[in-house]
């Protein structure tokens, strides 16, 4: 009885999720929750795949909903469908243009942490002022906005 039931609240919880996805507004960021995941012409396994990606945690904005499908954006600005269970709310962001300075505080003036490389991937949090909290692996610090895709530049982020 308890395994029916506690079932049954997973499902309910799953359900819900999927109900919150579909009155989210777009666009909103997510990033690859999965090792592989596929990029679809259209919301359904009868489209064929376009895209194969294998880099979890990489962002992606999506920019419509159909039942359990995402309409997503990639970096390099591919689009299309993948499986929304493949996908994360977890907010990550990847390092573009130039090399990006990493500081001690959301400052330009303050002390420089690390250096990340163009294609890093990192977590996200605590976004405002054109800079955001980002953690590669544990190494943390500030870095501009304009420097990352995954989040936009006037975005607030808690």
């Known amino acids: 009885m308890r395994a029916a039931v506690a079932g049954f609240m997973v499902a309910a919880a799953l359900g819900a999720s999927a109900a919150e996805a579909q009155r989210r507004q777009v666009p909103y960021w997510v990033s690859i929750a999965a090792r592989e995941a596929l990029m679809r012409t259209g919301p359904g396994t009868n489209y064929p795949a376009t895209w194969k990606y294998v880099r979890p945690g990489l962002p992606l904005r999506v920019i419509q909903v159909h039942e359990d499908w995402r309409r997503v954006e990639d970096p390099e600005g591919e689009r299309g469908w993948v499986k929304g269970i493949l996908l994360s ?5 990847i390092v573009v243009g130039q090399t990006g300075e990493l500081h001690a505080k959301a ?3 303050s002390r ?11 977590k996200v949090d605590k976004c405002g002022g054109g800079w955001c909290r980002f953690d590669v692996k544990g190494r943390r610090g500030y870095i501009e906005t304009r420097s990352l895709w995954g989040v936009a530049q006037d975005e607030a982020v808690d």
């Open 89 to 93: 709310e977890q907010r990550t962001a």
């Open 107 to 109: 400052d330009g003036g």
């Open 112 to 122: 420089l942490e690390w250096r990340v490389a163009p294609g890093v991937i990192g």
